[in-house]
Structures are given as C-alpha cells and as structure tokens.
C-alpha cells in the first residue's frame, strides 16, 4: 500500500494572508510543517501542492518537493485530487500546511484505520479532539463533529452540535481536526462531484463526501497542536517552539 502525504499550501489565506510564508523561527511556516510530515517517517513521499510561486521556491530551495497548481481551486481537497490524478497511489495524507506542529501519533492513527480495512469499506480517515470550552463550542471557526457508536461522522457544523438542551448531561464535543486521509478513489470522485446545499451552507468540504455516501471514519485524538489562522496564533507559536 503506497501512502503518501500532500500539503495543500494557498498562498492567500481569507485571515492572515501570506501566513505560510511567516517566519517561525527562523524558517517560514510552510517549510515547518513540510519538515514536520517528513520527520514522521510514515510516508513514502511528501509534497506540497500549491497556487504560490514563491511557496513553491521556498520548497524547492530546500530539496522538497513541490507541484504548481494548473487551476483555480475552492478547496484543498480539489487541489490535491488534480495533484494525485495521475499518481500510482493507495493512500493521501491532507497535512494542512498551517500546521507545523503535525505529530506522528496522530497522523499513523488516520493511516491505521485504512490497515485495518480490509473490506475497503472505508473511504476517509479524519482526525477530531474532544474540546470542553464554550467559548469553543459556540465558535463558527471551530468545525465541530458528531459521530455514531462506531466513531463513523455523522455530520460536521459550525453549530454547536449536538444542540446542548439538556446540559445536564455530559454530551461530548468534539472539534474536528483538518487532517484527512483518502483513498484515492473517494478523493477522485470528490472533485467530480458537485457542491450540495449542506456544503455550501456550512463552508465545510468534508460534508460533501456525506452528502455523496462516502464513510467517513474519524479518529480520536489528545493532540490540538496549534493551527496558524491568524498573527496572534502565529506568536502563540513562536512561544511554544522556544
């Protein structure tokens, strides 16, 4: 099974644009993460796949690997799913490039699940936290996620979900963690398939492969590391590599 792991890398991110280019102590963010998923020693191969020149320079400076985008894409699903079309792949690990704390734990969990499948009735792996904020809980930028008796997604939200009416109960929330793990199969069949109401409501690319069937298996994990979304992130950051 050849796994490998593809780093979606915009260049103007809607929050904090340029940020994948921002100095982490002393290398730029982009090139953290890239490091990060390398160090793992999980993947056969490691790219970032990008819309930015300059993105794709500083990758290439370092001996990486790096793929210019041909088109316009909505999302990171779509700009790797052009990436792997034509690669002889089982396995793609989404490493969101704002991400240079990305940990091995969390991301041979993901892959794990697929070792695990013989059937091949699965068609993601995604990664979700449990969080107890409310603060969080109510926050439209934390995607949250509920899932079923055997931790298959049912639905993802900006909302808080499940709605807290009795909260009397120790309901669980979970936050979902942007790293995916496809077959290459449902990957294809995501870009070909056309936005539904739900995802384009919500904002959010994993409701798609819901709304199309796809089975979506999610993972739990005890590491939030920090996602670099805007520049008080960013120092949050520096502080923690320090």
């Known amino acids: 099974m050849k796994i490998i ?3 979606p890398a915009r260049y103007a991110a809607s929050r904090f644009p340029g940020k994948l280019m921002q100095d982490l102590q002393g290398k730029p963010v982009i090139q953290r993460t890239y490091e990060a998923a390398v160090k793992t020693g999980l993947f056969q191969e490691v790219y970032v796949v990008t819309d ?36 002889d792949v089982d396995i793609i690990v989404n490493v969101q490039g704002d991400e240079p704390f990305t940990d ?44 079923d008796k055997e931790s298959f997604a049912l639905y993802f ?47 959010i690319e994993a409701i798609r492969y819901l709304e199309y069937g796809k089975k979506i298996k999610m993972v739990e994990t005890n590491i939030s590391g920090i996602e670099i979304d805007t520049p008080e992130d960013l120092e ?4 923690v590599w320090k």
């Open 5 to 7: 792991a593809m780093i």
């Open 52 to 87: 930015s020149l300059v993105i794709y320079e500083c990758i290439e400076k370092i001996g990486g690997k790096a793929i210019m985008s041909k088109k316009e894409h909505e999302c990171g699903s779509d700009r790797i799913a052009e990436a792997v079309e034509n690669m």
């Open 104 to 147: 091995r734990e969390s991301l041979a969990g993901v892959i794990e699940v697929f070792k695990d499948d013989h059937k091949k009735e699965i068609d993601l792996a995604s990664l979700m936290t449990r969080i107890t904020d409310w603060v969080e809980i109510n926050d439209p930028n934390t995607v949250k996620v509920i899932v």
């Open 157 to 203: 939200s900006r909302a808080p979900i499940p709605y807290p009416r009795a909260r009397e109960l120790d309901i669980p929330y979970y936050k979902h963690k942007g790293v995916y793990a496809f077959r290459k199969e449902a990957l294809m069949d995501f870009q070909r398939l056309p936005m539904q109401i739900l995802e384009a409501t919500e904002k």
């Open 236 to 239: 949050k950051a520096k502080n």
